[in-house]
C-alpha cells in the first residue's frame, strides 16, 4: 500500500516509515485545522448543532454560518494552499534555486494585474479573470525564460533578476489601476491584493478543483522523470528522459496553478516560497515531494486565516500572516545565499 502510495503522489518514502510516517502527521494537522475552522470563529459551534446541521435538520441560522461562510472558505483555502504549495515547490526543483518562485518572478504579480484589468476595464466575470490571469502568467515566463536564455541555457541569476524586474513593473501598474478605480470598487481590491479568502467565488473554486483532477494523474506519471531532473539536466538526459519536453509541461501545470490560485484569492503573499524549504527540509530534496507540499501549502493557507480571523483584535488578511513571516525568511534566505551557505540543488 505505501509503496503505491508513494508511486501516486510522488512522495519520497524510500526510507519508509519514517517519511511515510510524516506525511500522515502533515494530514492529521490539516484535519484538526479543518476541524477547528468548522467549528470555531465568530459564533462557537458544538458538535450537536454541526452533525444536526450536516443531517438536515440544524437551524438556518447554522446552515448560513456553515455553508454560507465557513465551507467556501475554508474548501477556496484548501484548494488555493494546495495550488500555491505545487506551484512553487515545481518552479524551486526544476530551477535548483529557493528564490525561484512565482512570487520572486512575478508571476504572481502580472497575473493580479491581468485579473484586476479585466475586472476594471471590462466587467467580466471572475472566470475571465481566472483565464486573464493565466495568460498573464504565461506570458511572463516566456518573457522571463527569452530574455535568460544564453544559447541552450537559462541563466538562472539574470532569470530570477528579470523576474523582479517584471514584478517591479506589475506593482507599478497595480498602483496606477488603483488610481484609476471606481472609489466603489477600491475596498473589494484593496482586499484582494492583500491575499484573502473573503471574498469566493464556487465557480472558480470548481474551476480550480477540475484542473487538480486533470493534472494530478499527470504529476503522478511524471514523477520519475521529475526526480531525475532534480538531479540534474545532463544526469535525467542520459538516463533517457526528454527534459525540454517534462520541464515544459510541469511549468505550464506549475503557472495554472498559482494563476487560478492568484485570481480567486489574490496575490498571498510568500506561500510558494515557503513551501519549497519546509518540505525539503522534512522530506528530502531529491525526491518528487508534490503531496507533501501541496499539504504544508494548505496548512499554511488555513492556519494563517484562522489565526489572523480570530485571534488579532482587527481581522488580518491571510495574505498580511503569511508576509509578515515569510519576509524575514526570505531576508534569511539571501543573506545565505550571498554567503554562499545556500548552493543550488
Not at 510516517?21 to 462557537?44: A, E, P, Q, R
Not at 437551524?59 to 456553515?66: P, V
Not at 528564490?99 to 493580479?112: E, F, R
Not at 530574455?147 to 523582479?164: T, V, W
Amino acid at each position: 500500500m505505501r509503496k503505491r502510495f508513494a508511486k501516486w503522489y510522488g512522495a519520497n518514502f524510500k526510507n519508509y516509515p519514517r517519511h511515510f510516517n510524516k506525511t500522515i502527521l502533515l494530514l492529521l494537522l490539516l484535519i484538526l485545522l479543518l476541524v477547528v475552522s468548522i467549528k470555531y470563529g465568530d459564533v462557537k459551534l458544538s458538535w450537536s448543532e454541526i452533525f444536526s446541521t450536516f443531517s438536515g435538520e440544524g437551524s438556518s441560522s447554522t446552515k448560513f454560518i456553515l455553508f454560507s461562510l465557513r465551507f467556501p472558505r475554508i474548501f477556496g483555502g484548501l484548494l488555493v494552499g494546495m495550488s500555491f504549495g505545487i506551484g512553487g515547490y515545481i518552479f524551486q526543483k526544476l530551477l535548483h534555486n529557493p528564490l525561484a518562485n512565482p512570487n520572486v518572478l512575478g508571476m504572481t504579480s502580472v497575473s493580479s494585474v491581468a485579473a484586476m484589468a479585466v475586472f476594471l476595464f471590462f466587467e467580466a466575470s471572475h472566470l475571465f479573470m481566472s483565464a486573464a490571469a493565466v495568460v498573464g502568467s504565461l506570458l511572463t515566463v516566456i518573457i522571463a525564460f527569452w530574455l535568460a536564455k544564453d544559447g541552450d541555457h537559462i541563466l538562472q541569476n539574470r532569470f530570477i533578476l528579470i523576474g523582479i524586474g517584471i514584478q517591479a513593473m506589475a506593482d507599478a501598474l497595480i498602483s496606477y489601476m488603483m488610481i484609476k478605480a471606481d472609489p466603489s470598487d477600491l475596498s473589494t481590491l484593496l482586499q484582494w491584493l492583500s491575499g484573502s479568502l473573503n471574498q469566493i467565488e464556487t465557480n472558480q473554486l470548481l474551476v480550480l478543483l477540475i484542473v487538480f483532477l486533470i493534472f494530478s494523474p499527470v504529476l503522478a506519471f511524471l514523477q520519475r522523470d521529475f526526480e531525475q531532473i532534480i538531479l540534474g539536466d545532463e544526469i535525467a538526459q542520459s538516463l533517457g528522459v526528454d527534459v525540454n519536453r517534462v520541464k515544459a509541461i510541469l511549468y505550464l501545470i506549475s503557472i495554472i496553478y498559482t494563476a487560478l490560485a492568484t485570481a480567486i484569492t489574490g496575490p498571498i503573499a510568500f506561500i510558494c516560497f515557503l513551501v519549497g524549504p519546509i518540505t525539503d527540509r522534512y522530506f528530502g530534496k531529491t525526491a518528487a515531494n508534490f503531496l507533501p507540499a501541496a499539504l504544508v501549502g494548505a496548512i499554511l493557507v488555513l492556519g494563517a486565516d484562522w489565526i489572523g480571523q480570530n485571534v488579532f483584535p482587527v481581522r488580518l488578511p491571510v495574505g498580511v500572516l503569511t508576509g509578515i513571516v515569510g519576509a524575514p525568511v526570505l531576508l534569511v534566505t539571501l543573506i545565505n545565499y550571498a554567503k554562499g551557505e545556500i548552493v543550488n540543488d
